[in-house]
Structure formats: structure tokens, C-alpha cells
């Protein structure tokens, strides 16, 4: 479901859906609370609701900034391997530029069909949470084939051929650790705590009595703001390569990349 929000809904519609929702719940909730318990404008539970609101508030919060560290964390991690893997099989590309060329030209087309098989194929899959290692498995292959096949001659080949297998295996861990960055996500008791603690926390600033209207209102809304903004930044951090902040399949078109691109 979550993954389906960001891919059909921009952040900006994400983030009025949610906070937008949250706010009106506030609202809603204090003003019929207001009308059928009198006693709460005059703050007659505040005593006790102050004492849980900090607590409570506090709990939450060291909760929710580990969360969120830990997934920015992921989604930096899951960055820099996407930018790893790419660079790595640029490596490949120019190494080869040390073989005869028709040993070039084999290893230049296996590439190409990687690097469009990853960006046209494998990476929508990865949006939608569903990586098939499959798709990509005939492009490794024969990536593999090519040099399986080629038997270098003189020093020099046999230095980069030694150099471009010892690559192209980097190659292939990264694209396993991005594989399964893709499936990430929290564990199910993280988000029973995340999302379960906003659905207490918000009720709490409903019993929390403030005389002046336009102030309780101010207070309740800015709290269900805030709430329905952060449960969007754990929603758009857990999933790394699905919407408008995931990591982007840019550095498979830069560099030496880019001739398959043009």
C-alpha cells in the first residue's frame, strides 16, 4: 500500500493527504470534544494530561528520530551502492579497451544490454518493491561468457583481463546489495510503533483544555502537522527506489555510460 502511494501520488499531494488529513482529525475531534465535555476548556484535566503528553511526546520522539536516522542512513547506503555499481561497470567498459577489438566490441555490447536491462527492466520492477533477479541474470551471464571465451595473450591483456573479472564480481555484489536494498523495509514492530504511537498521540491533544479556542486550535493542529509530515518522511525513507525523493538509475547514463544513451 505504502509503495503504491508513492509511485501514484507526488510528495507535495502525499504530504497535504496526510498532514491535511491528520489536521482535520485534530480539528474535528477538539471541537466535538469542546461541546461535549465543557470541563475541558478550563484545562480541568491538565494535570494529569500534561504529565502524559511530555512523556508520551518524549518516547515518541526518540523513537521516530531513530527511525528516521536509520532509514536516511539506508537510503544514502542504497545511493552510494547504486553509484558503486555503476562506476564499477564503466571500469569494465574502458579496461576493455586494452583487448583486440573485436574482444572490445563483445564486451562493449554485453554492457550495453546490462546497463538498459537495469534501467528499463529491472528498475521499475524495483519501485513497485518486486525486484526479479531474473531479469537481469542473462545480461550477467553473458558478461561472464565474454571473458570466459577470450584467452589474452600478451602481459598487458592478461593484467586488465585479471583486472576486469576482479570487477565485474564487484560488479555483480552490488548489484545483489541493490537487489536487496530494494526490499527493504521497517520491521513490523517499528511500524506498529510509528504509526500505532501517532494514532494515540493525536487523541491525547484533544483532552488537553486551553481556554482561548483560536489557541487549543493553533496547538492541536500544529501537533497533528507535524505528526502527519514525519509518518510521510518514514513512509518515503522506508522505501528507497519508489517515489519522487527514491534513488535515481541517473549514474547508469553518466560517464562512459552515456554512449548508450545517444
Same mark, same amino acid.
Given at each position: 500500500?505504502?509503495?503504491?502511494?508513492?509511485?501514484?501520488?507526488?510528495?507535495?499531494t502525499?504530504?497535504?493527504? @496526510?498532514?491535511?488529513g491528520? $489536521?482535520?482529525?485534530?480539528?474535528?475531534?477538539?471541537?466535538?470534544?469542546?461541546?461535549?465535555?465543557?470541563?475541558?476548556?478550563?484545562?480541568?484535566?491538565?494535570?494529569?494530561?500534561?504529565?502524559?503528553?511530555?512523556?508520551?511526546?518524549?518516547?515518541?520522539?526518540?523513537?521516530?528520530? !531513530?527511525?528516521?536516522?536509520?532509514e536516511?542512513?539506508a537510503?544514502?547506503?542504497?545511493?552510494?551502492?547504486?553509484?558503486?555499481?555503476?562506476?564499477?561497470?564503466?571500469?569494465? @567498459?574502458?579496461?576493455?579497451?586494452? !583487448?583486440?577489438?573485436?574482444?572490445?566490441r563483445?564486451?562493449?555490447?554485453?554492457?550495453?544490454e546490462?546497463?538498459?536491462?537495469?534501467?528499463?527492466?529491472?528498475w521499475?520492477? =524495483?519501485?513497485?518493491?518486486? *525486484?526479479? *533477479?531474473?531479469v537481469?541474470n542473462?545480461?550477467?551471464?553473458?558478461?561472464?561468457?565474454?571473458?570466459? +571465451?577470450?584467452? *589474452?595473450?600478451?602481459?598487458?591483456?592478461?593484467?586488465?583481463?585479471e583486472?576486469? $573479472?576482479?570487477?565485474?564480481?564487484?560488479?555483480?555484489?552490488?548489484?545483489?546489495?541493490?537487489?536487496? +536494498?530494494?526490499?527493504?523495509?521497517? *520491521?513490523?514492530?517499528?511500524n506498529?510503533?510509528?504509526?500505532?504511537?501517532?494514532?494515540v498521540?493525536?487523541?491525547?491533544? !484533544?483532552?488537553?483544555?486551553?481556554?482561548?479556542?483560536?489557541?487549543?486550535? =493553533?496547538? $492541536?493542529?500544529?501537533?497533528?502537522?507535524?505528526?502527519?509530515?514525519?509518518?510521510?518522511?518514514? @513512509?518515503s525513507?522506508?522505501?528507497?527506489?519508489?517515489?519522487?525523493?527514491?534513488?535515481?538509475?541517473?549514474? !547508469?547514463?553518466?560517464?562512459?555510460?552515456?554512449?548508450?544513451?545517444?
Open positions: 500500500m505504502g509503495i503504491w502511494l508513492l509511485n501514484n501520488f507526488t510528495t507535495l502525499l504530504a497535504m493527504l @496526510l498532514g491535511g491528520a $489536521v482535520l482529525v485534530a480539528v474535528t475531534g477538539t471541537l466535538l470534544l469542546r461541546r461535549r465535555l465543557s470541563r475541558l476548556s478550563h484545562g480541568a484535566y491538565n494535570d494529569m494530561l500534561g504529565v502524559v503528553l511530555s512523556m508520551y511526546a518524549a518516547i515518541y520522539g526518540i523513537i521516530l528520530a !531513530f527511525v528516521v536516522v536509520a536516511w542512513e537510503l544514502n547506503d542504497a545511493e552510494t551502492n547504486v553509484a558503486t555499481e555503476a562506476s564499477q561497470t564503466a571500469e569494465v @567498459l574502458r579496461d576493455a579497451s586494452a !583487448f583486440p577489438p573485436a574482444q572490445e563483445r564486451v562493449t555490447v554485453a554492457v550495453g546490462y546497463v538498459h536491462a537495469i534501467v528499463e527492466k529491472q521499475p520492477l =524495483m519501485r513497485e518493491g518486486r *525486484p526479479d *533477479p531474473g537481469t542473462p545480461q550477467v551471464v553473458k558478461l561472464y561468457q565474454v571473458f570466459q +571465451d577470450y584467452e *589474452p595473450r600478451s602481459e598487458s591483456e592478461k593484467v586488465y583481463y583486472q576486469s $573479472v576482479t570487477t565485474l564480481g564487484e560488479v555483480a555484489q552490488a548489484r545483489r546489495t541493490r537487489l536487496s +536494498d530494494s526490499q527493504q523495509s521497517l *520491521p513490523t514492530l517499528l506498529v510503533l510509528i504509526y500505532g504511537g501517532a494514532l498521540m493525536l487523541p491525547l491533544t !484533544f483532552l488537553y483544555g486551553i481556554r482561548s479556542l483560536r489557541a487549543q486550535m =493553533m496547538f $492541536v493542529i500544529s501537533v497533528a502537522g507535524l505528526i502527519g509530515v514525519s509518518l510521510l518522511l518514514c @513512509l525513507l522506508d522505501h528507497p527506489f519508489s517515489g519522487n525523493l527514491s534513488v535515481s538509475p541517473a549514474p !547508469f547514463k553518466e560517464g562512459v555510460l552515456a554512449q548508450f544513451w545517444q
